[in-house]
């Protein structure tokens, strides 16, 4: 349980006024859930080309847990180390070389590994250029549950499948962040989509995304299904989730298709002859974001938010998280209570 005794000092509203300490969510040690512990940290300072974000949201997903289990450790950690590699919120303050945005824009960010701290707090400072101003139709909550997840939704879609119209594609772990949101990029770009969930809801949640067709990945057979909806073979598959199940994609991909999969999935899969294998990891980037907020007003994106915790329940977060069957994202409001 974090302390709430800081509470009191949580700002109502954000203001350009910025305090010298702040309230964060952070680990001493790596370790389990409970590890994560509310702090007073002193703000981050803000070099030239940093943009300091007032959070008002903060993602939560497996590579959270990833980091706080100890598995990307530095040989000489940084503790107490903030969690967090994206979220959204208001400009606080920007560096003296920054020109694209002011204080008081709402934004979005994605920052991996950010050596000045992560997002659950309420402040953070971000290299400039992973900073971008929230796409038009969203509030921050859901600007907030979407850089990484949208990034590697729609890289994977774009950059790694180049997908096209009418071509076929397998998406494999719909049913969660990145799944999601990669349905309604496919069908922004006129393919035909066939989904795997995770349980009765979560193909029901694909189907509202939008799939053609979906099945439950972890009770059917997946190639008896997708070769019904495509008898001659998919033309790629885009996988956020490894195993036998995607293997079963995989013997319905056309001999010379395409697999692509953000790298972390597991176990990560073999490439067979004649596919064109693709591994990659979503990068952050002006340009970058321009392509994300202009899909997501496209598409009229649907984000859906699993459950939104306080900051100070940043732990229960990750304990939820390590439950499984997360439909959709899990973010922390950072002035939720
Ligand atoms: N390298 C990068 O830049 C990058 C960026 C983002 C994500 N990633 C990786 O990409 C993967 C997906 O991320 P995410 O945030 O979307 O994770 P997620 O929310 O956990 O989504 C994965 C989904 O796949 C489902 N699933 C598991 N086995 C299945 C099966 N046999 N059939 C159908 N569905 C199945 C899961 O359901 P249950 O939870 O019910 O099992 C879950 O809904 C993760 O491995 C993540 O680490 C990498």
Redesign the pocket.
Known sequence: MLDRTRRAALPKHHSMSVPRTMFAAAIDRFGGPDLITGHALPVPTLDAGEVLIAVDTAGV???DADIRDGLYAPRKPHFPLVLGFDGAGVVAAVGAGVRRLRAGDQVYSYSWQNPKGGFYAEYVAVAADNVAPIPKRLDLRHAGAIP??GL?ALQGIDDALGLKKDEIVII????????TLAIQFARLRGARVFA????KE?VELVQEMGAHAAV???RVHIDDAARRFAPDGVDAVLA??G?D?LEQCLNVLRPDGRLA??????PAPKKRRGMTLIR???VAGVREFERLGSAVQAARLKIPIAECYPLVKAGKAHQRLAE????G?IVLAIHGT
């Open positions: 997903g497996g590579w990484i997840t590697t494999h772990g719909a049913s969660g962040g990145a799944g795997t969930a995770s349980g979560g439950d990945g972890k956020f989730a195993g199940a999969h953000p790298n972390g999935i597991e990659y990891d979503a499984g069957h997360v439909l994202k």
